[in-house]
Every structure is written in structure tokens, then in C-alpha cells.
């Protein structure tokens, strides 16, 4: 059995690999590390690798390993669903949050942010498949979306996040995260915008979204091995 070291830095290898053999693009490809039900050990033997970036799904769980691990300096993400009463402790305690589905959640984030702190990071969920099971803004809603948040002092919208419908093939897999791609570009064309991050790829779809263009991946089972249950 590999340990944990080695499967974050094949993971790492991995991602340099993809990056060069499927696109020219040369925007870099940065790996979220969902670290969800994972020790805050275990973050911290990533984190003297090199990690900085770790996402985390549920909050309270995602809290205590904060506190845990205060004493290092590590970008925290928010990743998972998100209900209204819990934009005031995600505005607080994370620097990015990539899985916004709802205008109502985008103002509150913005409202509770601390005036102390840099704006947050935001992408908006896109339901990319149109399934019914999952949350997200459609592809058409993007654009007042976008218009609505632009004023937004303590937001910074960055771009969209995606994860497609599970069980595809690989092409099918490449077509939903072009259409995630062809959205960033296409709101940046026609609200003069400078989106920057395409928040796809999970261990399951990695090649097929760097291929695509992701900009951030976010990988746990390749790097943890399957999870455990939340602690919390
Ligand atoms: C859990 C999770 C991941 C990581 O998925 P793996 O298949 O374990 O790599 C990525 N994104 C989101 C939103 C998740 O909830």
C-alpha cells in the first residue's frame, strides 16, 4: 500500500503530466486537496510537502481542523453544500468558497464577510447536466447571475464550479466541462469580466478536465484513499 506522501506527490506528478500532454494553454493547474473527514494530522504531513490549499465540505468539521492546524498557513476552501445559516461562519473561516447555487447566499457571504479580512474567493455552481438531484445555477441563469454580484464589495467572484453527472464516459465527461469552460469565456466576453478559475476535475474525471481547462482540481480519493465518516 502506498502511504499517504506517495499518493499526494503521484497525484502532483500526475497533474504536471496532463498538463503537458493535453493542452496548450498555459494556465496553471493548482490541486485542491479535499481533505473531508481526513484528520487534521494528515493535513499537516500534506501541508510540510508543500500543500497549501485543502477543501472541506462540512463545517464543523472543517472548523475544528482549522483551530487544530492555526499555527500553519493554509488557504481553506469551502466545498460543500451551503445552507443559510451557515454564510456567517463560511465567510468567516475560508478564503474561497467554490459552491455557490444561489443569488441569496452570494449577498449574504458578501453581507457577513469581516470588513478585516480580504473579499472572499467565490465560484458559482454551475449544474452542468441539468440533473435534478443537484444544486447549481443552469448554464442560462449565468449571466444576471453574474450581473447581479458584480457590485459586491466582499465578494470576489472568480469563476465556476462543476461537478458533472456521475458514470459518463470519458467524452461525455469532456463535454460537460466544455461547457463549463465555453461559460467562463463567454461572461468574460460579454460583461468584460476577468474570470480566472474553472473549478473542475475530482479523482474520477481528472484528465478529462485538465484537458479541458481546469484551473483548480479537486482531488480526495486519489490522494486519502476512500473516506471516512464525518467525525462531527
Ligand atoms: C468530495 C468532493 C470532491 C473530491 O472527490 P473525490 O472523488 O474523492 O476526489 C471534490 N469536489 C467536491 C465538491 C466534493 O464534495
Not at 207 to 215: F, R
Request: hydrophobic share 40%; proline share 3%; net charge positive.
Amino acid at each position: 500500500m502506498p502511504s499517504l506522501s506517495q499518493r499526494y506527490l503521484a497525484q502532483c506528478d500526475l497533474i504536471n503530466r496532463l498538463q503537458g500532454e493535453k493542452r496548450a494553454s498555459t494556465a496553471a493547474v493548482n490541486l485542491l486537496a479535499v481533505s473531508k473527514t481526513r484528520p487534521a494530522e494528515e493535513i499537516l504531513a500534506l501541508y510540510r510537502l508543500g500543500q497549501r490549499d485543502f477543501g472541506e465540505n462540512y463545517l464543523q468539521e472543517a472548523i475544528q481542523k482549522q483551530q487544530q492546524l492555526a499555527h500553519v498557513d493554509i488557504n481553506w476552501h469551502f466545498i460543500g453544500p451551503i445552507q443559510s445559516n451557515k454564510t456567517r461562519d463560511i465567510a468567516r473561516y475560508f478564503s474561497w468558497v467554490h459552491s455557490i447555487d444561489r443569488l441569496k447566499i452570494a449577498q449574504r457571504l458578501d453581507q457577513q464577510r469581516p470588513s478585516n479580512l480580504p473579499p472572499l474567493n467565490a465560484c458559482l455552481q454551475v449544474n452542468i447536466d441539468g440533473e435534478q438531484s443537484k444544486s447549481g445555477f443552469k448554464l442560462d441563469e449565468l449571466g444576471a447571475a453574474v450581473e447581479a454580484l458584480k457590485g459586491l464589495n466582499n465578494l470576489r467572484i472568480r469563476g465556476l464550479m462543476a461537478i458533472p453527472q456521475a458514470g459518463k464516459s470519458v467524452n461525455q465527461q469532456r463535454a460537460s466541462f466544455k461547457k463549463l469552460a465555453d461559460a467562463k469565456n463567454s461572461l468574460n466576453d460579454q460583461f468584460k469580466l476577468n474570470l480566472d478559475t474553472l473549478s473542475m476535475g475530482m479523482s474520477d474525471d481528472l484528465s478529462s478536465a485538465i484537458a479541458e481547462g481546469a484551473t483548480m482540481v479537486r482531488i480526495g480519493t486519489a490522494i486519502f484513499g476512500a473516506r471516512r465518516k464525518s467525525t462531527v
